[in-house]
């Protein structure tokens, strides 16, 4: 079993950088950031798969938002600039032990949650 512990949310004007963080405890091969807003489904973001190195995202961040990671710490960074009144949500952390998802932003399709950081953007 996987832990998944996500921090550095908060609260930000429009235009304004976060830099959420999300470690986890054991070997995991793919990780994503998803988002929830309420009333809405959960949404990928962003995600990146360790063994290649390859990282993709949703359009509506493409651009603004960086997914990154750190092996030596074993944590994923999303980089949040340019924020939008519309990126406020809960931001989760996700992963799972295969080397490749081909529907990276299908929250099924991930073993491993973490418990959510929220993000809030005003205007």
């Known amino acids: 079993q996987v832990q998944l512990a996500e921090s550095g949310g908060g609260s930000v004007q429009a235009g304004g950088s976060l830099r959420l963080s999300c470690v986890a405890s054991?070997?995991?091969?793919?990780m994503g950031w998803f988002r929830q807003a309420p009333g809405k489904e959960r949404e990928g973001v962003a995600h990146?798969?360790?063994?290649?190195?390859?990282?993709y995202y949703a359009d509506s961040v493409k651009g603004r938002f960086i997914i990154s990671r750190d092996n030596a710490k074993n944590t994923v960074y999303l980089q949040m600039n340019s924020l939008k009144p519309e990126d406020t949500a809960m931001y989760y952390c996700?992963?799972?032990?295969?080397?490749?998802?081909?529907?990276?932003?299908?929250?099924?399709?991930?073993?491993?949650w973490g418990q959510g950081t929220q993000v809030t953007v005003s205007s």
């Open positions: 996700a992963a799972d032990r295969r080397a490749f998802i081909a529907t990276m932003f299908d929250p099924g399709e991930y073993n491993y």
């Open positions: 054991g070997s995991v091969n793919c």
């Open positions: 990146l798969n360790i063994g290649g190195g390859g990282t």
